[in-house]
């Protein structure tokens, strides 16, 4: 066992879990964290939308939610950092308490309600880590207010705000946290929303073509086949730039041994793990492989990274695991993945993805 997970971790989780939260942001955010290297696999270099990773390891989005520490925590070993949701006004979220450790199950429920300082706020803090120098690949993710009348014209103002100043940006669709949200998943519903979308980021002056923001969609884990097949027939048409597999999900498996577990929210953590790799594996099948993915859910060690990877992913996110093994969680899976990519003879992530699916 790690030092974190022997004896930091039991001190930090007998303070509750979103003031530690908070508290573990705004350390970050000061510089408090261990700092990592990385780019130290040749291996790992990963190169998309015209630009090269230094590993394919990323912070999802939900920890840094209004862009307070997007250099703290690349400087701690992420390959890219998304910060988001942020929403066009400022919202204070669900009522409290609204996080929830599972620790027996390594996982954590939250019903946060996309708790965002709002647009003006997040660009600020973007802004001014970009003019003083800030370097490493950012995403934004966007999302709409609770009592929002018009989705697509939030989402439409997210994506003209944060484009010049982001290197992909998401329309999140799948928090099960704000009601009605999930809706837009429906082909229809979607097929609106990105044609709209997709008008607003090229509207975004200075943009060439070569260059424009690249847009992706983040989905919910609880979708059928048909589902599936639906959503994955209006990225195609539309040149959607990349799907999110996927966000956190409502079901509650029977393994659950938590008393927590039957809290509202949406779950992630280990017990996500299987559901979105194969959600992963369907929606690489979906799209013949042509469409690049992120994988999210469950990726606590390099192994994990690596069975994403071999589903589909192109790159693949952590959050839940940050809790669980510590500030050095990116750097640890960075070099197991190595090793992992390295015992089967691939010299490079890309040649490893989808592997199990071709």
């Known amino acids: 066992m790690s030092l974190y997970t022997s004896f930091a971790r039991p001190l930090l989780f007998a303070l509750p879990a979103e003031f530690m939260h908070r508290l573990a942001v705004r350390g970050v955010a000061l510089g408090l964290a261990p700092g990592y290297p990385s780019g130290t696999h040749t291996r790992l270099k990963t190169k998309l939308w015209g630009k090269e990773f230094p590993n394919p390891i990323g912070m999802a989005a939900g920890f840094d939610k209004d862009c307070e520490a997007p250099g703290g925590l690349l400087s701690m070993g992420f390959g890219f950092v998304e910060a988001g949701t942020v929403t066009p006004k400022p919202q204070p979220g669900n009522p409290k308490p609204r996080l929830f450790r599972l620790a027996e199950d390594h996982a954590i429920i939250n019903r946060f309600g996309f708790n965002s300082h709002g647009h003006d706020s997040f660009l600020a803090r973007l802004k001014s880590w970009r003019e003083a120098g800030g370097t490493g690949f950012l995403g934004v993710n966007v999302g709409q207010n609770k009592e929002s009348t018009n989705a697509i014209a939030d989402y439409r103002a997210g994506v003209k705000m944060f484009a010049p100043w982001s290197d992909y940006l998401v329309v999140n669709v799948s928090s099960p946290n704000t009601p009605g949200l999930r809706d837009l998943q429906s082909a229809e519903k979607l097929r609106a929303l990105l044609s709209a979308v997709l008008e607003a980021r090229d509207e ?30 209006v990225i195609f048409d539309l040149g959607i730039d990349g799907i999110i597999v996927a966000n956190t999900t409502t079901d509650r498996p029977k393994t659950l041994k938590s008393q927590n577990a039957g809290e509202t929210g949406g779950l992630s953590g280990a017990p996500l793990f299987e559901p979105s790799t194969r959600l992963l594996t369907n929606f690489y099948l979906a799209t013949k492989g042509m469409i690049p993915l992120i994988g999210v859910g469950g990726v606590f060690t390099g192994r994990d990274a690596y069975e994403k990877i071999l ?48």
């Not at 952590?318 to 500030?327: A, E, K, M, N, V």
């Not at 990116?330 to 993805?353: K, M, N, P, R, T």
């Open 204 to 233: 975004v002056p200075g943009k060439l073509a070569s260059t424009r923001c690249p847009i992706l969609v983040k989905i919910a884990p609880d979708l059928d086949l048909n589902a599936i097949q639906d959503i994955a027939g």
């Open 311 to 358: 589903a589909g992913a192109s790159l693949v996110q952590i959050y839940t695991s940050l809790i669980y093994r510590g500030p050095g969680a990116a750097h640890l899976i960075a070099d197991e993945l190595d090793q992992c990519l390295a015992a089967d003879g691939y010299s490079s992530v890309a040649e490893a993805v989808g592997a199990k699916n071709r």
